[in-house]
């Protein structure tokens, strides 16, 4: 950061050290910690009161002696998420759905603002109403495609092919290069409303690229076996890359795809002990080849985790931006435990609205048995009401706890772990970028949302 | 609260520089006035806006409501109180133009679920050969078993018991005996206590059981399974199917993950409710009047059916659909009384062991 300091009306001079504090004790109240932020509240004896001489090193602690090198910290409660998850959950269920985009965008503030590379915390502008309008769009525009093809496959699958399957594989199908020309798009979105330090980032228009590139290469990969599935990972990466932006500074992949098959050992290890285990099977040692095949069962769920993050970590050594160079540490037991740990709590949390209705569903059915009789139309159409509402209850109840708990027990700690890994070195170098245009993006996210493109947020 | 300043963190939104500054409430203008280096930032207060939902609440991000891309990053929510719409919402969109798109996605949607896809599936019905018709009709009646189960464990079986079955089958084939060539007709009964029957493509009848203890004598039976060999041979469940695969498809659209999760369950049971028009039901009836004429059973026999729906009045949940909802159930009843010819001969169409056989196909 430039020495652009500059003097206040006391005269005291104040560092160009950004506050916030370091990584994971979450909510850690700053007034608390010493350095030019620790000013007390009380604003009316202000000018009475001297102010204590801002000590250097509050915002030290976070980018160390070296301005040029900024970590990021993630600041953020789950419980708040969680609350924040289940409201809006709740609101959308009201609403048939349509609060949904304030949801969403509501929980992408909420991430975006924990995440503060250099203590800076970067902000989500996407806006509900815009996300409405693209929903509409796409509506207008997929609404023609889905029904008439789904009828269309219909008729085809059942005239000449005979079979409902038939339907599903083709409408599948159909629709695999349009997932990734939303996910594409999707992406320009996000990226469109994603700032940091007042400056927007931004992705290049190229979706049906992606999505041509991503078919090749998703073939390529199949074909191959698996083999290929680095250079599968590393070009795609490589054109999203490429066309990202930092203001008017373009990210740039550098790296080669052979360097990914590091990251793959442990899947070759997994496959190698399938193998073993397949032959030890074939030649008749069923005990010592199922115990192996566990093993390699194990070891390649364990390795599924280890290319994801290793891959990740590879790609963002080697991208640069405007001088800049990125570092990512992140440890892939850790995420496979985050993952595990977190999706066994929430389905644990899953019990409370279904113990809590079934425990409603007793008490009314005891009650029926007691007090209706059979010949009682009216109230056993009450009853039969009552137990619809119920069951749209537990769906619902299942559904928000799901997602709030999901959101506070995997996706808060993933993200802490990335996030708490990622350096920024070279970052003196970021201060010459300039801002880029607003990307108007009219269509927003509405296919993604129209074709639910897998990303939760 | 007067006399507020405190430091803070500029952004100019041009380049990512971040300029320590003061910030100092001046109460009387209404105005926070941003001092950072050579230039002075006025903000108006009413203008200010705190950045919502934000994760940290150690800090407190501040924008001014005309302007997209300037910041402000004070060190605690202080000033907060002091703004006096810090939470109103920054126009993003005019909402003019949400309305237009709005009734455009309506009016499409409308256009297609109303027009294009029933249009559509009237024209291709034509053409489905009658094995893509029966793998269909098998398709949907597997989904109707497992969507009617309650336990969630297994789809609700089939009735099968031999010698029920058997009377079954030779009803069956006195009432097709002396009609026109129909398509293959096979005749399910499922168990399950609802008053319903209905067609499938691919000419698949489908009976309940509560139907079969319902009625008081085989012909108001044979009336049903009659009015249901009507709609096949209009082939109108084919018609619905292929509607309903357009319908299903755009409505999930429309309803997104899990609003759209819970309608897309209970679309699929209101598929056993086929809402056929006004006037598929009036040729099935006449179909049905016809082949109970040849079968040499009263065609009152329906009318019969009709008024004993009518008196179940709201328990009768399946049928209500199919044969009470229509305001025109009475003009129904009438017409089916209507249809006996003069003098004609009174026949029963099975002996009453063999209709209390019938009644017990599902134990
Ligand atoms: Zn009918």
Same mark, same amino acid.
């Given at each position: 950061?430039? /020495?652009?300091?500059?003097?206040?009306?006391?005269?005291?001079?104040?560092?160009?050290?950004?506050?916030?504090? #370091?990584?994971?004790?979450?909510?850690?109240?700053?007034?608390?910690?010493?350095?030019?932020?620790?000013?007390?509240?009380?604003?009316?004896?202000?000018?009475?009161?001297?102010?204590?001489?801002?000590?250097?090193?509050?915002?030290?602690?976070?980018?160390?002696?070296?301005?040029?090198?900024?970590?990021?910290?993630?600041?953020?409660?789950?419980?708040?998420?969680?609350?924040?998850?289940?409201?809006?959950?709740?609101?959308?269920? %009201?609403?048939?759905?349509?609060?949904?985009?304030?949801?969403?965008?509501?929980?992408?503030?909420?991430?975006?603002?924990?995440?503060?590379?250099?203590?800076?915390?970067?902000?989500?502008?996407?806006?509900?109403?815009?996300?409405?309008?693209?929903?509409?769009?796409?509506?207008?525009?997929?609404?023609?495609? #889905?029904?008439?093809?789904?009828?269309?496959?219909?008729?085809?699958?059942?005239?000449?092919?005979?079979?409902?399957?038939?339907?599903?594989?083709?409408?599948?199908?159909?629709?695999?290069?349009?997932?990734?020309?939303?996910?594409?798009?999707?992406?320009?979105?996000?990226?469109?409303?994603?700032?940091?330090?007042?400056?927007?980032?931004?992705?290049? /228009?190229?979706?049906?690229?992606?999505?041509?590139?991503?078919?090749?290469?998703?073939?390529?990969?199949?074909?191959?076996? !698996?083999?290929?599935?680095?250079?599968?990972?590393?070009?795609?990466?490589?054109?999203?890359?490429?066309?990202?932006?930092?203001?008017?500074?373009?990210?740039?992949?550098?790296?080669?795809?052979?360097?990914?098959?590091?990251?793959?050992?442990?899947?070759?290890?997994?496959?190698? *002990?399938?193998?073993?285990?397949?032959?030890?099977?074939?030649?008749?040692?069923?005990?010592?080849?199922?115990?192996?095949?566990?093993?390699?069962?194990?070891?390649?769920?364990?390795?599924?985790?280890?290319?994801?993050?290793?891959?990740?970590?590879?790609?963002?050594?080697?991208?640069?931006?405007?001088?800049?160079?990125?570092?990512?540490?992140?440890?892939?037991?850790? #995420?496979?435990?985050?993952?595990?740990?977190?999706?066994?709590?929430?389905?644990?949390?899953?019990?409370?609205?279904?113990?809590?209705?079934?425990?409603?569903?007793?008490?009314?059915?005891?009650?029926?048995?007691?007090?209706? =009789?059979?010949?009682?139309?009216?109230?056993?159409?009450? !009853?039969?009401?009552?137990?619809?509402?119920?069951? %749209?209850?537990?769906?619902?109840?299942?559904?928000?706890?799901? =997602?709030?708990?999901?959101?506070? *027990?995997?996706?808060?700690?993933?993200?802490?772990?990335?996030?708490?890994?990622?350096?920024?070195?070279?970052?003196?170098?970021?201060?010459?970028?300039?801002?880029?245009?607003?990307?108007?993006?009219?269509?927003?996210?509405?296919?993604?949302?129209?074709?639910?493109?897998?990303?939760?947020? | 609260?007067?006399?507020?300043?405190?430091?803070?963190?500029?952004?100019?939104?041009?380049?990512?520089?971040?300029?320590?500054?003061?910030?100092?409430?001046?109460?009387?203008?209404?105005?926070?006035?941003?001092?950072?280096?050579?230039?002075?930032?006025?903000? @108006?207060? &009413?203008?200010?806006?705190?950045?919502?939902?934000?994760?940290?609440?150690?800090?407190?991000?501040?924008?001014?409501?005309?302007? /997209?891309?300037?910041?402000?990053?004070?060190?605690?929510?202080?000033?907060?109180?002091?703004?006096?719409?810090?939470?109103?919402?920054?126009?993003?969109?005019?909402?003019?133009?949400?309305?237009?798109?709005?009734?455009?996605?309506?009016?499409?949607?409308?256009?297609?679920?109303?027009?294009?896809?029933?249009?559509?599936?009237?024209?291709?019905?034509?053409?489905?050969?009658?094995?893509?018709?029966?793998? *269909?009709?098998?398709?949907?009646?597997?989904?109707?078993?497992?969507? %009617?189960?309650?336990?969630?464990?297994?789809?609700?079986?089939?009735?099968?018991? /031999?010698?029920?079955?058997?009377?079954?089958?030779?009803?069956?084939?006195?009432?097709?005996?002396?009609?026109?060539?129909?398509?293959?007709?096979?005749?399910?009964?499922?168990?399950?206590? *609802?008053?319903?029957?209905?067609?499938?493509?691919?000419?698949?009848?489908?009976?309940?059981?509560?139907?079969?203890?319902?009625?008081?004598? @085989?012909?108001?039976?044979?009336?049903?399974?009659?009015?249901?060999?009507?709609?096949?041979?209009?082939?109108?469940?084919?018609?619905?199917?292929?509607?309903?695969?357009? =319908?299903?498809?755009?409505?999930?659209?429309?309803?997104?993950?899990?609003?759209?999760?819970?309608?897309?369950?209970?679309?699929?049971?209101?598929?056993? &409710?086929?809402?056929?028009?006004?006037?598929?039901?009036?040729?099935?009836?006449?179909?049905?009047?016809?082949?109970?004429?040849?079968?040499?059973?009263?065609?009152?026999?329906?009318?019969?059916?009709?008024?004993?729906?009518?008196?179940?009045?709201?328990?009768?949940?399946?049928?209500?659909?199919?044969?009470?909802?229509?305001?025109?159930?009475?003009?129904? #009843?009438?017409?089916?009384?209507?249809?006996?010819?003069?003098?004609?001969?009174?026949?029963?169409?099975?002996?009453?062991?063999?209709?209390?056989?019938?009644?017990?196909?599902?134990?």
């Amino acid at each position: 950061m430039p /020495p652009a300091a500059c003097t206040t009306a006391r005269g005291a001079r104040i560092t160009t050290r950004p506050f916030g504090h #370091i990584g994971l004790t979450q909510d850690t109240p700053s007034e608390n910690l010493p350095g030019p932020w620790s000013r007390a509240r009380g604003l009316d004896h202000e000018e009475a009161a001297p102010r204590p001489a801002p000590a250097p090193g509050f915002g030290e602690r976070l980018t160390g002696d070296d301005p040029d090198v900024l970590r990021t910290s993630f600041i953020g409660r789950r419980l708040r998420l969680f609350w924040l998850v289940l409201k809006s959950g709740f609101l959308t269920v %009201l609403t048939l759905g349509i609060y949904r985009f304030w949801m969403k965008t509501r929980i992408r503030r909420w991430f975006w603002s924990a995440i503060r590379p250099g203590g800076h915390p970067l902000e989500y502008v996407g806006d509900p109403f815009e996300k409405l309008l693209g929903f509409l769009f796409a509506v207008v525009i997929l609404a023609f495609y #889905i029904g008439i093809v789904n009828l269309l496959l219909m008729f085809v699958s059942f005239a000449v092919l005979n079979g409902n399957v038939a339907a599903y594989i083709l409408s599948f199908v159909g629709v695999i290069p349009l997932w990734f020309f939303a996910q594409y798009r999707a992406r320009r979105y996000v990226l469109a409303r994603t700032r940091w330090r007042g400056l927007r980032f931004g992705l290049e /228009p190229g979706a049906w690229g992606y999505a041509f590139r991503a078919l090749g290469y998703w073939a390529l990969t199949l074909l191959s076996g !698996g083999l290929l599935w680095p250079l599968m990972t590393f070009r795609l990466e490589q054109y999203k890359s490429d066309r990202t932006f930092f203001g008017a500074a373009r990210l740039r992949q550098g790296g080669r795809w052979t360097m990914l098959y590091g990251a793959m050992k442990p899947l070759f290890l997994g496959a190698g *002990l399938g193998l073993a285990a397949a032959g030890m099977i074939a030649l008749g040692f069923a005990g010592w080849g199922s115990t192996i095949a566990l093993c390699a069962g194990l070891t390649l769920f364990y390795g599924l985790f280890h290319y994801r993050v290793e891959s990740l970590k590879r790609l963002t050594a080697t991208k640069r931006l405007a001088g800049a160079r990125l570092e990512l540490q992140a440890r892939p037991w850790r #995420i496979l435990w985050i993952t595990v740990f977190g999706y066994g709590l929430t389905a644990l949390a899953l019990l409370v609205p279904m113990v809590a209705i079934g425990i409603a569903l007793s008490a009314m059915l005891g009650e029926s048995v007691m007090t209706l =009789s059979p010949q009682d139309l009216s109230l056993n159409d009450l !009853g039969g009401a009552v137990l619809i509402a119920l069951s %749209l209850m537990l769906y619902f109840g299942v559904f928000l706890m799901w =997602s709030a708990a999901s959101h506070a *027990l995997v996706t808060v700690p993933t993200l802490q772990h990335y996030a708490s890994g990622l350096v920024i070195r070279g970052a003196e170098s970021l201060n010459g970028v300039h801002q880029r245009a607003r990307d108007a993006h009219t269509e927003a996210e509405g296919f993604a949302d129209a074709l639910d493109v897998g990303a939760s947020l | 609260m007067t006399g507020f300043t405190s430091a803070g963190e500029f952004l100019d939104g041009r380049t990512p520089t971040v300029r320590p500054s003061q910030a100092s409430l001046d109460a009387a203008r209404g105005m926070l006035i941003i001092a950072c280096g050579d230039d002075t930032h006025e903000w @108006p207060l &009413d203008q200010i806006r705190a950045v919502p939902d934000q994760a940290g609440q150690d800090i407190l991000v501040l924008r001014r409501a005309d302007d /997209p891309v300037e910041r402000l990053i004070l060190p605690d929510r202080a000033l907060l109180s002091s703004l006096p719409k810090p939470y109103k919402r920054v126009r993003a969109v005019d909402g003019w133009r949400i309305l237009r798109w709005a009734s455009a996605a309506l009016c499409s949607v409308a256009l297609i679920i109303f027009v294009l896809v029933p249009v559509m599936a009237d024209q291709l019905a034509r053409f489905i050969p009658p094995e893509g018709e029966r793998a *269909l009709g098998e398709v949907t009646l597997e989904q109707i078993r497992a969507a %009617l189960d309650e336990t969630g464990m297994r789809p609700i079986p089939e009735c099968r018991h /031999p010698e029920g079955r058997a009377v079954l089958d030779s009803m069956i084939a006195r009432l097709t005996r002396n009609s026109d060539p129909l398509p293959e007709i096979t005749v399910h009964v499922l168990d399950h206590e *609802l008053v319903n029957a209905f067609a499938l493509p691919g000419g698949h009848v489908v009976l309940f059981e509560g139907l079969i203890d319902t009625a008081e004598r @085989p012909e108001e039976l044979a009336a049903v399974i009659a009015h249901e060999i009507g709609h096949v041979v209009s082939r109108d469940p084919t018609r619905h199917a292929l509607r309903s695969a357009g =319908s299903i498809g755009v409505l999930g659209l429309i309803f997104g993950d899990f609003a759209g999760g819970a309608l897309v369950l209970f679309l699929a049971e209101r598929l056993i &409710d086929a809402h056929y028009s006004q006037d598929a039901e009036a040729a099935a009836d006449a179909f049905a009047q016809e082949m109970l004429i040849r079968a040499e059973v009263r065609p009152d026999a329906l009318a019969d059916m009709f008024e004993r729906f009518r008196a179940m009045g709201g328990d009768a949940e399946g049928i209500v659909a199919h044969f009470m909802a229509h305001p025109t159930l009475g003009d129904r #009843i009438e017409n089916a009384r209507g249809a006996t010819p003069p003098g004609f001969p009174e026949t029963r169409l099975m002996n009453e062991d063999d209709w209390q056989t019938l009644r017990r196909i599902c134990r």
